[in-house]
């Protein structure tokens, strides 16, 4: 079955340390993009990229960065430098060039104390 | 920024009824998505409505769209206890660039008592 595997489903890290959150997708997508989710609040933006070793900036990039070497692959780094990490993170790929649904990976829930 | 805004925020109904949740946005679109979570888990798309449209039905979900008003409404028919779930809007903006950014809603979260 194709989708999209973010791993782990739960991270707990100690403030200051950096974290990478993992997402893979094999619906052989094109864009992948990346969103943060508070308590009862909608998604933000925090990076997407539409090709292999190109991505973006959204609206809350400051204190994360990714990488895309692989289609399938976009993981996402949570540094040090993020004031407020606690968060649910959530992994989506589209095919990009039409305005297609996303898919959505079921996220990490990424705890820093 | 998030666009999309949902109305109401939470609702709650008894099983065999109807559920509609609102969502007005701000600037014009290309297509306007409703999309589902359940507790903990990861987004689903549920229907897109193109600007051009102004209903569209898939089983029992009808989603309306006026452009006039930037709103759009989700109807759910003889809701039951497992569309119990938050709900939200997302706007695909009419935009110049190539960058394609969903902007979402905050959500709507519908509780179907049994």
């Known amino acids: 079955d194709g989708g999209i595997t973010q791993s782990p489903k739960y991270l707990f890290r100690k403030e200051g340390q950096n974290v990478t959150l993992s997402c893979e997708q094999n619906l052989n997508h094109d864009a992948m993009y990346w969103y943060r989710q508070d308590p009862g609040q909608g998604l933000r933006l925090i990076y997407y990229s539409q090709i292999v070793n190109d991505f973006q900036k959204g609206d809350i990039a400051e204190g994360y960065s990714v990488s895309r070497e692989k289609k399938e692959s976009f993981p996402l780094t949570v540094t040090s430098a993020q004031k407020n990490p606690t968060a649910f993170y959530l992994c989506a790929s589209s095919p990009t060039g039409n305005r297609s649904p996303l898919h959505f990976g079921n996220g990490t829930r990424l705890t820093v104390t | 920024s998030q666009q999309g805004e949902e109305d109401p925020q939470a609702l709650s109904i008894q099983e065999g009824e109807n559920a509609t949740m609102n969502c007005s946005y701000k600037?014009?679109?290309?297509?306007l998505q409703w999309y589902r979570q359940n507790s903990g888990r990861g987004l689903v798309h549920l229907i897109l409505?193109?600007?051009?449209?102004r209903e569209k039905h898939s089983g029992r979900l009808r989603v309306t769209l006026d452009t006039s008003k930037k709103s759009s409404s989700l109807l759910i028919t003889a809701s039951r206890a497992a569309d119990t779930a938050s709900y939200f809007c997302a706007t695909d903006p009419f935009s110049s660039g190539s960058a394609r950014q969903l902007t979402f809603g905050s959500g709507t979260q519908l509780t179907v008592l049994p």
């Open positions: 409505i193109r600007s051009n449209e």
């Open positions: 600037t014009s679109i290309n297509n």
